[in-house]
């Protein structure tokens, strides 16, 4: 867990720095800096990576005992099998990230889950997992990737 907070923070950094640092007048010209939010964005942000990371335990504990149709194998169930299960999972993900989102903007779940989400003035890196600490996005644990799992 440790270990996915760091290359989190690496890469928001990484990313806050190329687009809303160096290229700014180019990606971002209106955005207008500010320490207090992005600290807050970073804050929630850290906050979020770490509950979802709790929420999505189980399921991955049950994944590493075999308790899932996983497999590593391509020898399997071949090439044909992979490329449709593949475009299948990014099918179902998406769409499922999407009507997600959407029930996450209806009451009561964005009082509950999503509004710190988008109480930031203007969009930076560190807001993509800023959600409440205490009350984990409900997202991570409907993540249909993983539900495709099984
Ligand atoms: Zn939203």
């Known amino acids: 867990m440790t270990f996915g907070v760091l290359v989190y923070a690496v890469f928001v950094a990484l990313s806050y720095h190329?687009?809303?640092v160096r290229h700014r007048v180019e990606y971002v010209p209106d955005y207008r800096p500010?320490?207090?939010?992005?600290?807050?964005?970073?804050?929630?942000?850290i906050c979020g990576v770490l509950g979802n990371a709790l929420l999505l335990l189980p399921i991955q504990l049950m994944i590493a005992h075999g308790w899932s149709r996983l497999y590593v194998g391509l020898a399997e169930r071949g090439w044909p099998v992979?490329?449709?299960?593949s475009l299948g999972a990014v099918a179902v993900a998406e769409t499922g990230v999407y009507w997600t989102h959407r029930m996450l903007h209806t009451d009561p779940f964005f009082r509950w889950?999503?509004?710190?989400?988008?109480?930031?003035?203007?969009?930076?890196?560190?807001?993509?997992?800023?959600?409440?600490?205490h009350r984990v996005s409900p997202s991570a644990a409907l993540s249909p990737i993983h539900i495709c799992l099984y």
């Open 34 to 45: 500010s320490r207090v939010e992005l600290a807050t964005a970073c804050k929630w942000s």
């Open 18 to 20: 190329y687009f809303f």
């Open 113 to 133: 889950f999503h509004r710190v989400h988008h109480q930031f003035r203007e969009p930076n890196p560190a807001i993509t997992y800023a959600v409440h600490d």
């Open 82 to 85: 992979l490329l449709l299960s």
